[in-house]
């Protein structure tokens, strides 16, 4: 078995796959958001006809939409999501900056932690430019290049139940939702249905109706509350790009984080944030008040002074969660699940996205495998297992710091946080642990990569030299 390291290593790989292998008729995607738009280009090179179901429009323009309620808020790509985004579809980075995605020059980029202005993060090598826009821009420039894949069609309806015969899914049922109300429903044959109906995905309880078990579902409760503004950009209050403001968890202070993009159409998106009952609402005065009073001051300048475009909306998560696919020993064949609805992770890391990206890459090699299509997909679900791990390692462990969260603890926390710490305090000085960090935090490089023994003696080395400059004369003797 290689190690989890390696399985991440060749994933998280930019190269393309070459030629189309077609293993199967028909595979049919449920849900046509990030996780599933990726899923059908992935299946598209394995597939005679891609077939997603999606219950809303796809007409909505940028605006966001009901089946993503989360698309208001703030949404960071980071690096290993865009490397996948631009292996999938070439040339993608170019179409969203000439559609109008903002590039963030370094002079606009800040980053602060407890209040201090950080050195600007490290440039990684192979991420190509940053995209930042809005959640809703940038699924729909996805939309718009996986849409126009001959054998990819997005169907309009609401996804009710898999058809199950013997021991395999043989297809869907679905209300269509483009029709009259009183529409009947359809049943869709398929070779492989892919569930990507984001973290609120029924597959659990249809595959229970049918005499499955119910992947066991893991939960972290954070209790994260988010509250989101536009702004018209202003280069007369500030000149600020990508803004990043964490607070972290000590007696003396509360962990928030809060962030300001700059997006297409000239604008500012904000966020703030905040755990438990520290809850921004929806109230303007409320929003301003709290970005001056608890983040650095181009926060409340930009709040107090740029022009409002829309409401401040709000949107609270009650935990993280992920679905143990792989524990199942009885599972269907021509089934697998992607996405929010294998994991969801405390979105303040901006892994979701990422993370299916990365799943899709899972697909991908796990067809290219040529795998028998009549036996459950567990080579798939146990690739997913590995970025699903790294993911929940790194946020989890993150997460635990705060006081409301109380477990559930991995096994070895108390010494993976220990390392952690330290290796996350000496990044603070010393560029090339920040480098390695970064890699992490960007999902470029799997979390073991920090447990090296040249990283942690390199940790160490750099512990025991600022010790040494912090102590007094008379103790150096
Ligand atoms: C507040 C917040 C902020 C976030 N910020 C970031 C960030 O900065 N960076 C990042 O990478 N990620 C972020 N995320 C996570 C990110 O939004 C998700 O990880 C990502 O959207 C997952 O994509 P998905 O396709 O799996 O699911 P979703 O985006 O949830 O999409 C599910 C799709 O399935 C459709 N669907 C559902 N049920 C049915 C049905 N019965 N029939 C047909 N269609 C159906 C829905 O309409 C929808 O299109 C954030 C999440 C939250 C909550």
Known sequence: MPSASR?????????????????MGRAVVLGASMAGLLAAR?????????????????????????????????????????VQLERWLPGFAEEVIAAGAVVPQESGTRMYINDALMPPP???????????????????????RVTAIDNIRIVHGRAEGVIFTGDRATGVRYLPTDESADAAPVTQTADLVVDAMGRSSRLSDWLEENGWDRPPLRRMPIKLNYATAMFRRDERISDV?????????????????????SVEGDRW???????????????PADFAARCRRDFPSVFGDIAEQAEMLG???????????????????????????IGDAVASFNPVYGQGMTSAA???????????????????????????????????QVSTIADLALPHVDGPYPRGYKLVSKLG???????????????????????????SSLGRPSTLLRAIRLRLVSGLRRRPATAAG
């Open 241 to 261: 790009g990508v803004v990043v403001s964490q607070t972290r968890p000590a007696e003396d202070r509360v962990a928030r984080i809060a962030g300001i993009n």
């Open 311 to 337: 409401d401040v909306i709000t949107y609270h998560q009650a935990d993280s969660r992920r679905r143990e696919f792989h524990e199942l020993t009885r599972f269907p064949a021509g089934l697998v699940a």
């Open 269 to 283: 998106i904000m966020l703030i944030s905040g755990y438990a009952d520290d809850r921004p609402s929806r109230d």
């Open 358 to 392: 990365l799943h899709a890459s899972c697909l991908s090699a796990y067809l290219r495998g040529e795998p028998r299509l009549d036996e459950p997909a567990r080579e798939y679900f146990e690739k997913v297992r590995v970025i699903v791990d790294a993911a929940w």
């Open 42 to 82: 992935v299946l598209s090179d394995h597939a005679d006809e891609v077939v997603v179901i999606e219950r809303d429009a796809s007409d909505t323009g940028y605006e966001p939409r009901p089946g993503v309620p989360q698309g208001s808020q703030v949404h960071a790509l980071l690096p290993a999501g865009q």
């Open 421 to 447: 710490d330290m290796v996350l305090a000496m990044s603070a000085t010393d560029p090339e642990m920040n480098r390695r960090m970064s890699l992490v935090t960007t999902m470029l490089a799997h979390p």
């Open 122 to 144: 490290p440039r990684i090598e192979g991420s190509g430019v940053a995209l930042v826009t809005t959640r809703p821009f940038l699924e729909a420039m996805v939309r718009r």
């Open 7 to 23: 399985v991440f290593a060749e994933l998280s790989t930019s190269r393309r796959p070459t030629d189309p292998r077609p293993i």
